[in-house]
């Protein structure tokens, strides 16, 4: 990557001065080409360590720089920057080598480490809402970006498949009647039990009674409610199953928390054998020192197990079983006390890997956004997917496309649209969806980058239309880019710099699980696409070999917007 490069050199220059630690070294893009294409502050942060004037630091520093072949100009400005230009021979080798490398520019851990993805995870017996969606999309980001880092991530979603509403619907099921047209054994015959029973419960309140009783039952894997139950699960499964194909969700695991029931007891017995926990009012409860947490349940007076408890035996299970080096879960940011106090007290048990929490927060619908659905209630994933295509389709109503090929389009960009809209903001953010931001053709959208890939793709097309006799892969044709200070090739030499810049990117992202830094970068490169697009007639370049340079310089950016958008679960189209 060329930001290693650079800071090896400048570390190696470092050094020879002084020995100082030199791992943190601020190097950044510059803001302005006048000030080269890439400053550090190094002499400014060590000016303290090394008793020196930062401008003379910056002067020693650059004088051995100015020696690497990897520059072409190395200055220095006040108070003590260093503005680097980089070598055009550098540039290109760069750029040649990361068309050719199958992970784009991505330098790939060594470490071989496992990390577990816990997202989506919803709770079955109930139609998936748009609250699950932002697990899914930020989730199954994470899991395409760390496997592009070359480590060993698995997805597990760990629906919730064990709670208290099974024992209700369970009562419901035996007792009410049912529907027996169409609605009979789906989720939303499932869904109208279940609150059939809430109404009636808030006048008889033994039916709670009843339905704690069934979810006893249930827990003891006694029949009937056990077939009962996995007749329940698998009619859910397959509704969220269709959902997660339409988005191209996939898991490595689906261990719900029903799988964990028969580790539930030896996370007590644990807790108590290392005291951790504590007899209250009949319950068993973890109490934290200095009361940092609010105490934590982790088994009722009635015997039954809590989230948290369910929680502590997935973590040693993914240490035992899976191996793991680190577990990132996805969810909202209301849950945030649940995860302090589990991670908390797993450590106190003798967790050996890390546990990340990884928040987000509301997705909120603009007024009049979603229609046909009442004011307050819940949009079901499924009639937020469907609206994306439908709107999708308007937007390219008037294209001229086979019905079949624009049903396609709108499938990808709507889908694309959705996740983009949430992959682009900081997940931390409560964001609020629009059907305009989010289909916004010269915006920060899906749209607009599937446009920047398709165009790239139609001039490479045009190009083989219009030189047949070209074989780009042929050696006579490589990625010659000359900086002779010329506009075009400024506009030119920006693309080929933020292409360069992908792998650190994605490292980025990682580090800081945060997929929109990927977004960011990929809005960057398609502004820059767009301007040389526009800027730089590839097929009118008269030198042969410049057209050829031109063009595979092209093709490498679009490479790149796909592999990017892939991380981010984007499909990309051919032709838009
Ligand atoms: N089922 C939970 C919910 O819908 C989310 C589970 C998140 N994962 C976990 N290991 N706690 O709120």
Redesign the pocket.
């Known amino acids: 990557m060329i930001l290693d490069l650079i800071h090896n050199e400048v570390k190696k220059a470092l050094t020879q001065i002084e020995n100082t630690d030199s791992s943190k070294l601020d190097i950044v893009v510059a803001t302005n080409n006048k000030f080269g294409d890439f400053q550090t502050n190094v002499a400014l942060q060590h000016a303290k360590i090394l008793r020196k004037k930062p401008l003379d630091i910056a002067q020693d520093i650059a004088d051995r720089l100015q020696s690497s072949p990897l520059f072409s100009k190395v200055e220095i400005a006040n108070p003590g920057f260093i503005n680097i230009s980089i070598d055009t021979q550098t540039i290109n080798s760069l750029l040649t080598d990361m068309s050719s490398c199958q992970y784009n520019g991505i330098s790939q851990t060594k470490s071989n480490e496992t990390i577990i993805i816990?997202?989506s995870?919803?709770?079955v017996a109930k139609t998936m809402h748009v609250?699950?969606l932002r697990?899914t999309i930020i989730g199954d980001a994470l899991k395409r970006i760390y496997k592009a880092c070359g480590y060993n991530a698995l997805g597990d979603n760990?629906?919730?498949d064990w709670g208290t509403q099974f024992g209700k619907i369970l009562y419901a099921y035996k007792n009410f009647e049912h529907p027996t047209d169409i609605e009979k054994d789906s989720v939303a015959m499932l869904e109208k039990i279940y609150q059939e029973f809430t109404q009636k419960a808030e006048e008889d309140s033994t039916l709670d009674d009843y339905a704690r009783q069934e979810l006893v039952s249930l827990q003891k894997k006694e029949e009937p409610n056990y077939s009962l139950w996995k007749k329940f699960i698998s009619i859910s499964l397959k509704e969220f199953h269709r959902v997660y194909k339409r988005l191209d969700i996939t898991f490595d695991m689906e261990n719900g928390?029903s799988f964990y029931n028969d580790n539930l007891q030896g996370i007590i017995d644990q807790l108590q054998s290392k005291k951790l926990c504590q007899e209250s009012k009949g319950a068993q409860v973890v109490f934290f020192e200095d009361d940092k947490y609010p105490p934590c349940l982790v088994q009722k007076n009635d015997g039954s197990f809590l989230?948290a408890t369910?929680?502590l035996a997935?973590v040693f299970h993914r240490q035992n079983k899976l191996n793991a080096n680190k577990a990132i879960?996805?969810?909202?940011n209301r849950?945030k006390l649940?995860?302090q106090q589990f991670f908390h007290i797993s450590e106190l048990m003798g967790k050996d890997y890390e546990l990340e929490h990884v928040m987000f927060g509301l997705m909120k619908f603009g007024e009049g956004t979603v229609m046909s659905t009442r004011k307050g209630a819940v949009i079901s994933l499924q009639f937020l997917l469907d609206e994306a295509e439908k709107r999708a389709f308007d937007v390219i109503l008037d294209r001229d496309y086979s019905e079949e090929e624009k049903k396609e389009i709108a499938r990808v960009v709507g889908i694309g649209a959705i996740k983009y809209q949430d992959l682009s903001q900081n997940p931390m953010t409560d964001i609020t969806f629009t059907w305009e931001k989010a289909l916004n053709l010269e915006g920060n959208s899906a749209p607009y980058l599937q446009y920047a890939y398709a165009r790239a793709q139609s001039i490479h097309r045009k190009f083989v239309e219009t030189f047949p006799d070209h074989d780009l892969k042929s050696s006579k044709y490589c990625i010659d880019f000359v900086d002779g200070g010329s506009s075009k090739e400024t506009i030119e030499k920006e693309l080929a710099l933020h292409i360069l810049m992908y792998g650190h990117a994605v490292h980025h992202a990682k580090n800081q699980n945060k997929p929109n830094l990927i977004a960011d970068y990929l809005y960057q490169l398609s502004s820059k696409f767009s301007s040389f697009y526009n800027q730089v007639p590839i097929l009118k370049e008269e030198s042969q070999s410049k057209r050829g340079s031109l063009i595979l310089l092209s093709d490498l950016c679009a490479k790149t917007l796909k592999d990017g958008l892939n991380l981010l679960g984007i499909e990309t189209l051919e032709r838009m």
């Open positions: 816990d997202y995870s919803p709770n609250a699950h697990s760990h629906i919730g928390e989230y369910t929680d997935t879960y996805v969810t909202d849950q649940h995860f």
